[in-house]
Each structure stands twice: as structure tokens, then as C-alpha cells.
């Protein structure tokens, strides 16, 4: 080996290596690859936990068959989903389950397309879940189906207690269970207000149920809802830790048998059946039941470049929503009258969430849209404030709402 | 091997001719030499070029091209739009403006302050007092040491967590002891009062470790017979630790709290696992402050978010100069 060749082979060499660093990079820049085949799909779902043998997977798999498709299914976070929808831009999947009030979100960024344009019928979705996905009259997905807050209640502990359950009509007679369970040695109710959406979310079946408005956070009646949490926390009717209880920690909290009352969500009905813990819908303060938000996850068609996709995820979608098997494996309400009625032939039980499921209304309704997701940010701050005692209820929706503006 | 014989001194050969050198370079190169020149300098450029450039493109890549994102972002408007559409209107410094206007800066700053000072104190003071003690070698001293890494080597997260835990109001086992003492109830987490204090005892914690094994280094390098002498004189040994060892060890102190400072400035996910800044902004610091801002909210404001990194990226770099400065004086000394 001469010596013009070695320094030619090394020159070679660091320029490969030079090479192979920046391909790595540029390697990794691109998250997810393109399907090449024609006849694959892209679905991104925000349910990591369900794995391929899920009945959520086994649901979707049943629909690619159906439609003559091969789905590849990715799921992440649901924190994620906008972050990475909106990375990937020029690259988004074919179809992306997107939490409902984060739709106006997309939609507003330019993300996603309308009914109108990618063809899909929404005619035999209920109306007021539809709604999260609808913006200045253009629909721009459709629900997997809803799920909705209620309130548990453990019957052994009412019971002790010497509570009946029929008496629990308003939020007067509710605190008055509350002192009843307590003054029996338990705990009276828990609930998630920790500094997410997951407080709003919580919070809002008392906001609402006081005739609040999320466009006016500083009104008496959000002053009076705020006030019930406070006041409930101050005399140890709830306890300290719904400052950073998640819904899930919030569970666990009342799986422990100590509490009379729960607020959470339909998608522990099975653990609860389990438990014994049965359930109602949330009182409004002056009787009847309070709206409640609906959750639950949106069916979206991004934006493609070849727009001839659009009829065959338009199919996707229609076979997912269609009946109740994908509702059923997410835990979820149909968001079709007939689906929800096979459901409730299924499972008598679920007659109260069919109900609730109902009644609630969308957090992103009132035209609120893209507004939401910065009311929403306020009033947990509000939450916190006030549950934490650092403001008074009503100077802490007071700075809520000049921070709204 | 005729490559190694080449190699030394490739930028100084095109400038000596290097005839007597190029032994290796067939007849028929040799030959043409007026005319290869000029190339062979270039190709030893090109050579250079070659063997600096995965530094030069590391650095670029993963330094310089961030940082400029960084600066870029936050001297815009970014909406999750303009990721879509590329637009994102310049605005200058207002970002900048918004965030030291805003309510979260003043809070946001004394936390940080309060935060890093704190921690940095008691940090410092009982890793000294540990490695102080340890450096008597006793019998297991080696053992107890090994056990008071162990806030170090576990995971962040699970610190943080088990922290949480026992700090927890209600079922936490810090507060079932206070409540056997007949106290009341402290809400750790969740309480404007208590939420920063209990994010510094669990930052002091994990911290211990760092300035226990450097200091302990530090006191090795101290020469014995100056605390034979010491106890010749007749010092006791309150005495011999500050007219000795403090004194002794004092480049290394240095060293050991402006490392601890830079660390302890961005120091967010032991903070964001227990309260999340919170309750509202109570142990809010600027790191966690950005995060929430970019990442943590519904509706993301990534170029304040920007902005509130660059500050802290400022003071960090300030820090990391004197770190430099305090570093080269004690090499020379």
C-alpha cells in the first residue's frame, strides 16, 4: 500500500464517517416511514396500553379485513398526539384518534379535513357529542364514542353511615351526606383537581351544574361551584391530596373503601361492578342532573397529499364507528343510537351512563373551540389556587378570567 | 508500513518542497512534482477538513444549530400554524417583554433563587460534614459510604415518585408520623407554604452523593503530615478542620458548588414529579416555568417558552465562565 492511496483511503474514511453522522441524523428526522404499498393505513391511536391482542386492536384489525386494507396501528400518549401530529406534518397518518376538545385545536392549525371533503356521513351520530368535532358548522371527525362523569358512591359505607342514596338530590343534600359519612369515621368524597385538564374536566359537571359559563370564569354562580370544592376540602369532607390526584390515583383512593362518594369516570364501571360500588349522575346545585363533559377520543382524516386516500379512510372510520364494537372494546357509550342500544341490550346496567352519556355536553361546545384549551388552562390555575388556599375562590376566578382575555 | 512515515507534519510539507522525504513516492510522481503541488496542498487541507468535520458537524448538529432554533423561536410568534404553513411573524424581543411582564417571572425567579441557594447550602455543608467524617476510615466506613451513594445511582424518577409518596397528605408516612406525634397534618405537596420546601429536602437528598464523593476526593489530596503537625501544635479538632482542611480544600469547594450551581439551575424533573410547579406557581422555577409553558398547558406557547430557556441558558452560562475561570486558577496554582 502506497502512501497516496492510505491518505486517499483515510480522506475516504473520515469523509464516510462525516457521511454516516449526518445520514444517522437525517434518519432520524423522520419519525415514522410512509406506507409504500398501496393498500396500507395508518391509524394513530392514544392507547398504548392496549396492546395487539386487545379487543380495541382486534376491533380495528376486524375493519381492515372488512375494508380490504392493511391498517398499521401506532399508538402513543395522549399528551403527545398533537405535539406529534403537528411535527409530522408532511407526513400524517391516515386516520389519527385525537382527545375531542384538542379537534378545534387541529382543525384551527390546518390539519385535518372536513366531512366535506374526505365524504364521510355523520348523520347517525348523536348530536351532542358530534359537536366537540364541529367548528363554525364543518364537522371534522367523528366520535369513537363518549364517556362521561358520574358520581360513585360506596353503598357499604352509606349505609353505616345512615345515608340514603335517594336523598341525594342537590349539592345541599349532598354535603349533608358528606358530614353524615365523616361524622360515621370515613371519608367523604374524592375527586381529581390536579393542575391538568384532568381538573377541569372534573370540575366542570359543578360548574355547569351551578349555570356557570366558560366564557365568564369570574360569574357568582362559577364563584358558588368553586366555593363548593373549597369549602368541602376546608371541612375535611375531601381530602388534601384532590390537589394532585389524577382520576386514576383518585380511583385508587376510593378503591380503599374508606370513601362514601367518587367523582369519576364511566370507564370504571367494570372495576366498580366489581367493587360493589354502584353509581348516579351528578346533582346540579339546585336538584336534576348536572351536564357533565363528555371525553372520549375523535375519529380524524388528516390531511393528505394524495387526496384519493380520503374515500378508503373514510370506510375506516365508517366501520369503526358503526355498531358498537369498537365503543365497547374502548369502554365507551356508541355514539350511535343503534350501537348504544345494542350495548344496552349487552349490559342492562350501563342504563345510567347511556343517560348521562345523554345529557352531557362537550367542553369545546359553546362555539368555544379553539378558545377552550386556554379557558380550561385558567380555571385548573383557579382550582389549584384556590383549593391550595393561595387565593380566595372568587380571587382566584377573578385572575383566571383576566388572564383568559 | 509507508503510511506512517508520511504522515507527520502533512500541512508543513507542501511548504519545504519535501523532496528528501517523498522517498516513498514513485519515480513517476516525483517527476510531475512542480505541477502536484499545488493539489497535495489542497488534498492536506482536504485531509484536515476530513478529520475535523464529524467534531465539526457533532458540534453543529447538536450545539449550534439548537441553540440558534432556540434563539430563532423565541424571537417569533410560533403557533402550533406554523409548523403547518412555515409562518411564524418576527417579533423581536417582545417574547422576552411578555415573559419578565408576566406574573409567574417574579415568583418564577425568587423560586429559582431560593431553590438553587438552599439546596446548594445544605448540600455542600452536609456532604462536607459526611466526607469529613468518613475520611476517619472506621471500621465499615467504606460500607456506610457505598450506602450514601444510593440516592445517586437511582433513577430520577423513582426518587421523585417515592418522595411523593411519603410526602403524600393523606397517606404519606411522613405525615402518619406527625400525626403519632400528636401534630397536625402538614399538606407537603399541596400547600403555597410547604411545596417548595419539600421539593429542596428531596433536591438536598439526591445531591448529597455529588459533593460527598468530590469532597471526599478533595480531602485525599491533603498531605497527613500536615494534620500530624496540626496535632503536634496541640489544634483540636474543630480547629484543624477550619485553619486545615477548610482552608485546604477550598479550590475544590469551589469547583464542587458552581457545578452543583449549573446542575441545580435546570434541574426539572424532580420538581415537575412532585408538585408540577405547583400549587399554581408556588414551586414554580424557571425550568419547570418554560416546560409548562411549551409542553405543560393546553394551548402551547413555545416561543415564551423559548424565551424563559434562553434566560436560564444566560445565568447557566455565566455560571459555567466563572466555573472555567475558578478551574484555570486553580491549575496554575
Known amino acids: 500500500m502506497n502512501s497516496t492511496t492510505a491518505r486517499r483511503l483515510r480522506v475516504v474514511g473520515a469523509l464516510a464517517l462525516s457521511a454516516a453522522l449526518v445520514g444517522t441524523l437525517a434518519a432520524c428526522s423522520t419519525p415514522s416511514s410512509k406506507p409504500t404499498a398501496g393498500g396500507t393505513y395508518t391509524l394513530w391511536d392514544p392507547y398504548p396500553n392496549r396492546d395487539a391482542s386487545s379487543t380495541w386492536a382486534k376491533a380495528v384489525d376486524a375493519c381492515a379485513t372488512q375494508v380490504g386494507v392493511t391498517i398499521k396501528r401506532t399508538a402513543s400518549n395522549t399528551g403527545d398526539t398533537v405535539k406529534d401530529l403537528t411535527t409530522a406534518a408532511s407526513n400524517l397518518p391516515d386516520v389519527a384518534l385525537v382527545d375531542n376538545p384538542k379537534v378545534s385545536t387541529l382543525a384551527d392549525a390546518g390539519l385535518l379535513t372536513t366531512t366535506k371533503q374526505n365524504g364521510f356521513d355523520v348523520s347517525s351520530i348523536s348530536k351532542n357529542i358530534l359537536s366537540a368535532g364541529q367548528i363554525d358548522g364543518k364537522t371534522y371527525g367523528v366520535p369513537t364514542g363518549a364517556n362521561t362523569l358520574g358520581l360513585y358512591y360506596n353503598p357499604t359505607v352509606l349505609s353505616a353511615a345512615g345515608v340514603d342514596i335517594a336523598s341525594v338530590k342537590d349539592w345541599a343534600s349532598l354535603t349533608d351526606a358528606l358530614k353524615k359519612v365523616v361524622a360515621a369515621g370515613k371519608k367523604g368524597i374524592t375527586f381529581s383537581a390536579v393542575g391538568t385538564e384532568e381538573g377541569s374536566f372534573q370540575f366542570l359537571p359543578w360548574f355547569w351544574g351551578a349555570k356557570a359559563d366558560l366564557t365568564k370564569l369570574d360569574s357568582s354562580e362559577a364563584d358558588s361551584a368553586l366555593s363548593l370544592w373549597t369549602d368541602w376540602l376546608k371541612g375535611g369532607l375531601a381530602p388534601n391530596s384532590v390537589i394532585q390526584n389524577t382520576q386514576g390515583t383518585s380511583w385508587d383512593e376510593f378503591k380503599t373503601g374508606d370513601f362514601g362518594f367518587a367523582e369519576n369516570g364511566s370507564w370504571f364501571k367494570s372495576d366498580a361492578d366489581t367493587a360493589g360500588f354502584k353509581s348516579i349522575q351528578i346533582p346540579a346545585e339546585n336538584g336534576g342532573p348536572a351536564p357533565a363533559p363528555t371525553g372520549g377520543e375523535f375519529m380524524t382524516i388528516p390531511i393528505q397529499k394524495d387526496t384519493s386516500r380520503y374515500a378508503t379512510s373514510a370506510k375506516i372510520v365508517a366501520c369503526l364507528s358503526k355498531g358498537d364494537t369498537a365503543a365497547t372494546a374502548l369502554g365507551y357509550v356508541a355514539p350511535t343510537k343503534a350501537g348504544a342500544d345494542a350495548q344496552l341490550a349487552a349490559d342492562p346496567t350501563l342504563q345510567g351512563w347511556i343517560t348521562a352519556v345523554g345529557d352531557a355536553k362537550p367542553r369545546t361546545a359553546d362555539n368555544l373551540g379553539i378558545k377552550y384549551g386556554k379557558i380550561s388552562e385558567q380555571l385548573y390555575t383557579a382550582i389549584q389556587s384556590a383549593l391550595s388556599g393561595t387565593a380566595s375562590p372568587s380571587d382566584a376566578l377573578k385572575t383566571a378570567q383576566a388572564a383568559v382575555k | ?333
Do not use: C
Not at chain 2, 14 to 36: D, H, I, K, N, Q
Open chain 2, 1 to 333: 508500513m509507508t503510511a506512517t512515515q508520511t504522515t507527520p507534519g502533512l500541512p508543513a510539507r507542501g511548504g519545504t518542497g519535501g523532496a528528501a522525504s517523498t522517498g516513498a513516492v514513485p519515480p513517476a510522481a516525483a517527476a510531475r512534482r512542480p505541477g502536484a503541488r499545488r493539489p497535495r496542498r489542497w488534498r492536506a487541507q482536504l485531509t484536515a477538513w476530513a478529520f475535523i468535520a464529524p467534531v465539526v458537524i457533532y458540534l453543529l448538529v447538536f450545539y449550534a444549530y439548537p441553540l440558534y432554533r432556540n434563539v430563532d423561536l423565541s424571537l417569533r410568534a410560533y403557533t402550533l400554524r406554523s409548523f403547518i404553513d412555515g409562518t411564524a411573524p418576527f417579533v423581536g424581543l417582545q417574547n422576552y417583554v411578555d415573559v419578565i411582564q408576566s406574573s409567574t417571572f417574579t415568583p418564577a425567579l425568587i423560586n429559582t433563587a431560593v431553590f438553587t441557594g438552599v439546596s446548594i447550602l445544605f448540600q455542600f455543608s452536609i456532604g462536607m460534614a459526611l466526607a469529613v467524617f468518613f475520611f476517619r476510615n472506621f471500621r465499615l466506613a467504606a460500607t456506610l459510604r457505598a450506602l450514601f451513594l444510593v440516592p445517586w445511582l437511582l433513577p430520577l424518577l423513582v426518587s421523585a415518585s417515592v418522595w411523593a409518596w411519603m410526602l403524600n397528605s393523606e397517606s404519606g408516612v411522613v405525615n402518619a408520623v406527625i400525626e403519632g406525634l400528636g401534630l397536625h397534618q402538614i399538606n407537603w405537596l399541596t400547600s403555597p407554604q410547604w411545596a417548595l420546601v419539600s421539593v429542596v429536602i428531596a433536591n438536598i437528598w439526591i445531591g448529597i452523593p455529588f459533593n460527598l464523593v468530590i469532597l471526599y476526593s478533595g480531602l485525599q489530596g491533603i498531605p497527613g503530615d500536615l494534620y500530624e503537625a496540626a496535632a503536634l501544635d496541640g489544634a483540636n479538632g474543630w480547629q484543624t478542620f477550619w485553619r486545615v482542611t477548610f482552608p485546604l480544600l477550598r479550590p475544590v469547594s469551589a469547583i464542587t458548588i458552581l457545578l452543583g450551581l449549573v446542575y441545580t439551575l435546570k434541574v426539572f424533573d424532580i420538581i415537575w414529579i412532585m408538585t408540577r410547579g405547583g400549587p399554581v406557581d408556588a414551586s414554580t422555577t424557571f425550568a419547570i416555568w418554560s416546560y409548562r409553558l411549551g409542553f405543560g398547558g393546553e394551548s402551547p406557547q413555545l416561543s415564551p417558552a423559548a424565551a424563559v430557556g434562553n434566560l436560564l441558558i444566560v445565568v447557566a452560562f455565566i455560571f459555567g465562565l466563572i466555573y472555567i475561570r475558578v478551574q484555570q486558577r486553580v491549575v496554575r496554582s
